[in-house]
């Protein structure tokens, strides 16, 4: 991956980064078998931003490679645009989640409405694609996409995608390359996960609540 900054990358960034590049090798090996070897083809394509509507969680040397990523490549009016949407999310979770919470109301059918969205996604494309997370890079169905609900949605039919369950197994080996690395500063790596907005807020100083 190439950087615009000349700003050397941190050892956590460079071993998340590293991390990355293994699962993705891993993923397109076990996609290529499932096609093989029991005819499954996953329905993810270019374009298919669905997913996005999910709660996103990642660990802390996801967020900092990401949040570094952020700071080298992305313009001030980026960063900008991103603090609003990743405010309007904090808020709308927060909105979303008293409502539900009272009611058997679902937030909306997908990224293209009022749903929440990763902060993110700009033009149902992902903004920091070369250092999405891990759950971000083996999330994949063989379902039509539509069933990929956002995460306080619930389906009117009890449609749920089929999860290629097998992909993420792949990438848990590297996984705890992150998760070993967490725990040797001292960190409880499991209270450690949180959703991706709240470590952005984190990560670029934001003052939003991360409760």
């Not at 460079?14 to 991390?19: D, G, I, K, Q, T």
């Not at 270019?46 to 080298?72: F, L, T």
């Amino acid at each position: 991956m190439k950087h615009r900054a000349k700003v050397p990358l941190t050892p956590r960034e460079r071993l998340a980064l590293e991390v990355y590049d293994r699962v993705d090798d891993a993923v397109r090996r076990e996609l290529a078998r499932l096609r093989r070897e029991e005819g499954i083809v996953a329905s993810c394509h270019r374009g298919c931003s669905r997913c996005c509507g999910q709660h996103i969680q990642m660990n802390p040397s996801e967020a900092h490679a990401m949040g570094q990523y952020i700071k080298r490549t992305f313009s001030g009016r980026q960063i900008r645009d991103l603090e609003r949407r990743t405010e309007q999310w904090h808020a709308r979770e927060d909105a979303q989640r008293k409502r539900h919470s009272s009611s058997a109301g679902s937030c909306g059918a997908g990224p293209s409405d009022d749903g929440l969205s990763c902060p993110l996604l700009v033009g149902r494309a992902c903004s920091a694609y070369p250092v999405r997370p891990v759950i971000c890079r083996t999330h994949f169905v063989s379902s039509d996409p539509s069933a990929c609900l956002p995460a306080c949605a619930e389906s009117p039919d009890g449609t749920v995608p089929v999860v290629l369950a097998s992909i993420p197994h792949t990438a848990r080996p590297w996984v705890q390359r992150l998760r070993a690395d967490i725990e040797a500063s001292g960190i409880d790596f499991s209270r450690s996960i949180m959703l991706l907005p709240h470590w952005l807020a984190i990560e670029m100083d934001w003052p939003f609540d991360t409760d």
